[in-house]
């Protein structure tokens, strides 16, 4: 999805190429054979659209239009590939339990620059630059929302309520998706992304960087929407002592001061 995203967000700024063209003057048309003057179009979802019908006009947005897709389809993979590896790495620590309800806690997980880095396109020096500058800004935005995720106080523990022991074994968290928690994803909004990545390539004059960052931009933010309401928070495992605890006048009683801790995989 974020592949496809990504392309029909820069195919549809419909850029022409090559750029800011004008006939030569009346004696460009002679310059080519008829067969050359016109051809057939490229594919309409082809990323950059010819200026003309002129067979190089038409190779030569076929041929740069592909070399963009290689890239965005090698960017996103990469991209793809370090969330998914985050996920199954990341934990969640410190949560408190009073009763059956959660709150607060942590989450922990690999940052995601280096993992973007190590699998992203680089076989030129531009794609190296173009990676480098997109791997930053995911990796560095990411942060910010990574550490605002807190727990907002959930009923994760039902059976913790009123529980028949001195103290509470461990338990799993009733499962929630991820948007269910508190967090401030600002950071990861389009604006915000397509802006540290032109800022790490420091070259405003590079050519179709603006529209290339903005298309990856868009995409990772409705691809990360998507992520966050459908990746579960699961085996959050909840245990604490039950202090009021005091057979056979109180059988049952409620955790107080307990503690949550999600392995590596919780967030998977």
Known sequence: MLVML???????????????????GDHYPQAFQPSEKAVPPNQPLNL????????????????????????????CGAIHGAVDTWTKAATIQGVIIMGPIASVGMVV????TPLILAQGPKATPQELKY????????????????SSIKVPGLPWYPAFAAFPAPVAP???NVPIPLIA??????????GAL?????ANLGDPTALHAADLFDAIARAFNTVFTLYKATTPVKNVL???????????????????????????????
């Open 6 to 24: 990504a392309k029909m967000n820069f195919c549809s700024k419909a850029i022409k190429l090559p750029m800011d063209w004008k006939a030569p």
């Open 48 to 75: 950059f659209r010819e200026e003309s019908l002129n067979k190089y006009h038409v190779d030569s947005a076929g041929e740069i239009g592909k070399q963009f897709e290689t890239y965005i389809e090698g960017i």
């Open 109 to 112: 997980g690999p940052p995601l």
């Open 131 to 146: 990676t480098t500058a997109i791997a930053n800004a995911i990796g560095t935005n990411w942060l910010p929302w990574q």
């Open 170 to 172: 461990p338990m799993p």
């Open 181 to 190: 928690l508190i967090s401030v994803d600002a950071s990861l909004s389009p």
């Open 194 to 198: 397509k802006g540290m990545m032109m």
């Open 238 to 268: 909840g245990m604490g002592p039950i202090p009021t605890f005091a057979p056979p006048f109180v059988p049952v009683g409620p955790v107080v001061g307990g503690v949550g801790t999600g392995l590596p995989g919780c967030l998977a």
